[in-house]
């Protein structure tokens, strides 16, 4: 199979399921249904939710100088907001592929090299993993009994077999590159260490309490996007709190599954409400509701972005020559 089969199989196999659960969804529900719950949902808890959701982002555009900083590098705020929301503009459309398309906008336009941006973007994830895995550790000690048969179920021994198995066949493909292809290991190790520079950078940056609170703040953000949606409905007024963390980790996985999550989040959120016998019907609404919501704001807001990138940056390039 070649690359450029490979390549499309990426691209059509998400948008496949995604279409194939979009139908299966709306075999469960109808979107007269759908729209039943939304009429009758409160307005001003979806907004308030798409606030929380627009604050994490341009939190997320802020934190990004203080990893671009140690590396000698700045960028203005209007470029690294509108790269942030063109990168979810663009996983809509291809999994995925957000976070190289962040890190070659501001290569272009802020003229460093591309190694050191992705470098940074994939800092800037290993952050949002930390916080990520805190909040899984806080839906364990409310919810204990099904994630920890849920990791038992995943990470048996044929997993762990299988990891190391991978792992050995890195190994010696990497070490069989500097006898088969010199000069692509070379090529390689340069970019290599420019990512890891990159990485480096959330050791060396001066203002790392800023960073932190930036981390958590935009991770305190997602949380509070997804439960005050849930407060729009009537049906979510009287849940506890463990339903909403695990409906949010859920829907937070099925993002990465399909583009944008279309079609797996709304069915992420009623296997999670499901655990605790809340019906189907309002939780599969509220999660088409919820990722509707955050999908239009990303939409508008990075289409603006990508109409904008290039006007700003002529416009700023003849600042700087004049």
């Not at 450029?4 to 948008?15: D, E, F, V």
């Not at 900083?69 to 705020?77: R, V």
């Not at 989040?265 to 605790?276: D, G, K, R």
Request: glycine content about 6%; aromatic content about 16%.
């Amino acid at each position: 199979m070649n690359k450029k089969t490979i390549k499309y199989i990426k691209i059509i196999l998400p948008i496949s399921i995604g279409l194939l659960l979009v139908f299966y969804s709306f075999s469960k529900i109808s979107i007269d249904q759908i729209f039943f719950y939304l009429k009758k949902s409160n307005p001003y808890w979806i907004l308030l939710g798409i606030f929380f959701g627009t604050l994490s982002h341009i939190s997320r555009s802020y934190r990004w100088n203080y990893l671009l900083n140690p590396l000698g590098y700045k960028i203005t705020f209007l470029n690294s907001f509108f790269a942030v929301f063109s990168a979810y503009l663009i996983n809509l459309t291809v999994p995925r592929a957000g976070d190289v398309a962040r890190a070659t906008i501001i290569s272009k336009y802020e003229n460093i090299p591309f190694d050191k941006t992705l470098g940074t973007v994939i800092a800037e994830r290993i952050a949002d993993l930390i916080c990520a895995f805190s909040i899984i550790c806080l839906a364990v000690f409310l919810k204990k009994d099904f994630i920890t048969n849920l990791i038992l179920e995943k990470f048996n021994s044929m997993s762990v077999f299988s990891l190391v198995f991978g792992l050995i066949i890195i190994i010696s493909f990497l070490a069989g590159l500097n006898y088969i292809f010199p000069s692509l290991k070379t090529k390689l190790k340069s970019f290599l260490k420019g990512i890891f520079e990159g990485v480096l950078a959330i050791t060396k940056m001066k203002h790392r309490w800023a960073f932190i609170f930036h981390t958590i703040f935009i991770w305190i953000m997602y949380v509070l996007m997804f439960y005050v949606t849930s407060l729009s409905m009537q049906e979510f007024n009287n849940i506890s709190f463990a339903p909403i963390l695990i409906g949010f980790i859920l829907g937070m996985f099925s993002i990465g599954a399909t583009n944008g999550g279309i079609g797996t989040y709304p069915e992420a959120v009623v296997i999670a409400f499901s655990l605790f016998s809340i019906a189907e019907d309002p939780s599969r609404a509220f999660g088409w509701i919820m990722w509707s919501s955050q999908t239009i704001m990303i939409i508008i807001f990075g289409g603006i972005s990508l109409l904008l990138l290039p006007i700003y940056n002529n416009h700023r390039n003849k600042s700087i020559t004049n």
